[in-house]
C-alpha cells in the first residue's frame, strides 16, 4: 500500500463514538477528514454500555484500548435474573477462562468515558477537521465529490462521505431512503451513587431483572462510584421515536407485578431520562456512490445484546482496513467494507430482537426461558457467543 499523492478527503458526519473511531481510523491511512456535527461540544449524552471481546478489538486496532481499559470496570459475571420470583435464570463467569477463550475481557464503562478515550486519540491530528454546531440539512454527490449543506448556510466539500449520524441519519436518507421501525419499547436510563444502591444488589456484573413485557438491567461504572440502571417495557401507548424527560409514575405502572427486591430500583434515581427506541430492517446495500454509512446509521439495534457501540467500533476498523487492502481505490473500499458488514450486523440486529422477546417472556414462554440454559456449563455459553465475539482486526474483511 503506498499513500497517493492527494490523498481522498473524507467528510465524516457525526462524532458520536462511531464517527470519530471512523475518523480515527482514515486518519491513520492519511486522509484527510472533516467531522460534522451538530452539537456545540464533542461528548456523548447517556449513561453506560457494555464492551465485548469484540469492541476492545477494535479499540485495540484504533489505539484507543489501553485507555478504555483504564476508565473500564471489569465485571465478573454475566447474570440474568427473574424478576417475578429472583431466581437465577442464568450466570456466567467472564473472568479468566471467558478472558482466555476470546483474548480480551468484558467491561462497563460509561459512555462519554468511552467517547474521551477516542476523542483524546484524534485531537491534535494534523489531518483531521472537527466542526461542531453543524445540523446537516442535504447531501449531494456528483462526479466530482460529495456536498453537504448546514442549516445555517455553511457548505463543506469532500471527495466521500461516511455517514455516522445515527438512527435518523440525513446520509441514510440520501442512500436508502427508508424509514425506522419504530420499536414501541421505551427505555428509561439513570445514574445513581453507590451509597443509594441496596447493598445486596451491589453485582460486579450487568444484571438483568427479566419480567414481563419489561426488564431492568444494573451494573456498576466509574471504579464502582456510580450504578447505571437501565428499565425498559413495553408501551400502552402510540410511540414515536425520540428522547425526552421521564416520570416515575410512569415507570412504576409498568412493574407492578415484579419482586420487592428489583423494585427498589425504580425508586433510586432523581432523575430519568426516556428514550422511546427504534430500529431499522437490515438492508442488502447501504452505499451508493461516494457515500456510505456506519453505525447506527447502516445498522440501527435495540439494546438487548449490548452491541451497538461494539459494532460501530468494529465498522470504523473494518472501513479502514477495506480501504488499505483496495490501496485507496474509495468504490472499490466501499463495496469490501459493506460486504464483510452487512450480514453480520443484520445478525445482531435479528438476534437482538429474538433476546428482547428472551428478556420480555410471560406466561409459558418465561418458564420455557428459564428452563433454557438449566445444566450449561461456562464453556457451552462460551461457543453459543462464538460467532459474535470472536470477530478482531486482522479477520474483519469478506474473502
Not at 470496570?73 to 471467558?98: H, K, N, Q, W
Not at 483474548?103 to 476523542?119: E, F, K, Q, S
Not at 460529495?146 to 471527495?159: E, K, L, M, P
Not at 428478556?359 to 464453556?379: F, I, P, T
Amino acid at each position: 500500500m503506498s499513500l497517493p499523492a492527494s490523498p481522498p478527503s473524507v467528510i465524516v458526519a457525526g462524532a458520536g463514538i462511531g464517527g470519530i473511531a471512523a475518523a480515527l481510523a482514515l486518519s491513520k491511512l492519511g486522509l484527510q477528514v472533516t467531522v460534522l456535527e451538530q452539537a456545540t461540544e464533542l461528548g456523548e449524552i447517556g449513561a453506560g454500555l457494555q464492551l465485548g471481546p469484540n469492541a476492545f478489538a477494535a479499540l485495540d486496532a484504533l489505539g484507543a484500548g489501553r485507555r478504555v481499559r483504564e476508565m473500564a470496570v471489569f465485571t465478573e459475571r454475566l447474570v440474568m435474573m427473574d424478576a417475578i420470583d429472583c431466581g437465577t435464570v442464568a450466570s456466567f463467569d467472564v473472568g479468566p477462562a471467558f478472558r482466555q477463550r476470546f483474548g480480551n475481557p468484558y467491561a462497563v464503562i460509561h459512555r462519554a468515558d468511552i467517547h474521551t478515550a477516542i476523542l483524546e486519540q484524534v485531537r491534535g491530528i494534523p489531518n483531521i477537521e472537527l466542526v461542531t454546531s453543524c445540523r446537516i440539512e442535504r447531501i449531494e454527490q456528483d462526479d466530482a465529490g460529495v456536498t453537504v449543506s448546514a442549516a445555517d448556510g455553511r457548505r463543506f466539500q469532500a471527495g466521500y462521505l461516511i455517514g455516522c449520524d445515527g438512527v435518523k441519519s440525513v446520509a441514510r436518507e440520501a442512500v436508502v431512503g427508508d424509514g425506522v421501525r419504530v420499536s414501541g419499547h421505551v427505555v428509561y436510563r439513570a445514574v445513581v451513587p453507590v451509597a443509594d444502591m441496596p447493598e445486596e444488589l451491589r453485582m460486579n456484573a450487568p444484571v438483568v431483572w427479566a419480567g414481563p413485557n419489561c426488564h431492568l438491567v444494573h451494573y456498576p461504572l466509574r471504579g464502582g462510584d456510580l450504578y447505571n440502571l437501565v428499565v425498559t417495557f413495553h408501551s400502552r401507548e402510540p410511540e414515536t421515536w425520540g428522547v425526552s424527560d421521564g416520570s416515575k409514575e410512569e415507570v412504576l405502572s409498568y412493574f407492578t407485578g415484579i419482586a420487592e427486591l428489583p423494585r427498589k430500583l425504580l425508586h433510586l434515581p432523581q432523575s430519568w431520562r426516556r428514550w422511546s427506541t427504534a430500529d431499522r430492517e437490515p438492508v442488502d446495500n447501504w452505499t451508493r456512490g461516494r457515500i456510505t454509512l456506519l453505525g447506527d446509521a447502516a445498522h440501527p439495534m435495540m439494546q438487548y445484546l449490548a452491541q451497538g457501540a461494539c459494532m460501530a467500533l468494529e465498522d470504523a476498523v473494518t472501513l479502514g482496513a477495506a480501504i488499505r487492502h483496495c490501496n485507496y481505490d474509495m468504490a472499490a473500499a466501499f463495496d469490501l467494507y459493506q460486504r464483510s458488514r452487512i450480514t453480520r450486523s443484520a445478525r445482531v440486529v435479528l438476534s437482538v430482537r429474538e433476546m428482547g422477546r428472551l428478556y420480555h417472556a410471560a406466561g409459558v414462554e418465561r418458564l420455557v426461558r428459564n428452563d433454557l440454559w438449566k445444566g450449561r456449563d461456562a464453556s457451552g455459553f462460551y461457543e453459543a457467543l462464538a460467532w459474535l465475539y470472536d470477530w478482531h482486526a486482522d479477520n474483519c474483511l469478506a474473502h
